[in-house]
């Protein structure tokens, strides 16, 4: 099967600080990837790479065989790829229903054109997610947990081919990670390819197809969850006391 995403040599510097170091992968549809490392590894400048919040210093992206490397970021939005924010930043003042009709009216092949049906597939993308019962309520006001599956169903609204997830279960508890695997679960049984960024690795072991390991920028490990977990050298640079989380 062809890669629907291909990362090659990428490399983005900030000044003298090299964030990503000569990065190369690919991720085929329907794949889900996890990508790991310890804080300040470049996992997030990484996903900014691919999204288009960021260019790479070097190297090159395609999605689909298509070279993207230079396109904005909401070019690479309508194309299909949806990503969502470590750092959720929810539009004041609109109702959790609205923000996500953002997405549904900015995404995929220009998303949908008219506000009404805009709104309809947000209100499919809340269920789905879980926020149903919150379509109204000011998206500002929900807690950790709901701008967590907010962020999902926003990204989720723009239709994409390839979801990249940074820490959606980041301070959660045991029972919303299992909700929000469910949901990603989901995600790919609708033919869609994601690549999550998790440091909850009970998690990321059983919903991860194949794990990416970053350490100072650079791939030190690519393989089943079983065998990157159980290399020396990713031990050694990430997990130590990690390995039974």
Known sequence: MSALLEVRHVTRRFAGLVAVHDVS?????????????????????????????????????????????????????????????Q????????SVLDNVAIGALFGHRGGQAQLARARAQARE???????????????DELGGPGRKRLELAKALA?????????????????????????VIRKVREQGIAVLVIEHVIKAIRSLSDRLLVLHHGELIADGTPEKVLADATVVQA??????TR
């Open 158 to 182: 723009m239709k994409p081919r390839l979801l990249l997830c940074d820490e959606v279960m980041a301070g959660l508890n045991h029972v919303e990670i299992e909700e929000v695997i469910a």
């Open 87 to 94: 750092i959720m930043r929810p539009f004041p003042g609109l």
């Open 25 to 85: 992968f690919a991720l085929a549809p329907g794949e889900i990837l996890g990508l790991i490392g310890p804080n300040g590894a470049g996992k997030t400048t990484l996903i900014s790479l691919i999204s288009g919040t960021l260019e790479p210093s070097e190297g090159e992206v395609l999605f689909d065989g298509q070279a993207i490397t230079r396109l904005p970021a909401f070019r690479r939005a309508r194309l299909g790829i949806g990503r969502t924010f």
């Open 238 to 243: 990430y997990l130590g006391a990690r390995r």
């Open 125 to 139: 993308c809340l269920d789905f997610v879980g926020l149903g019962g919150f379509a109204d309520q000011r998206a």
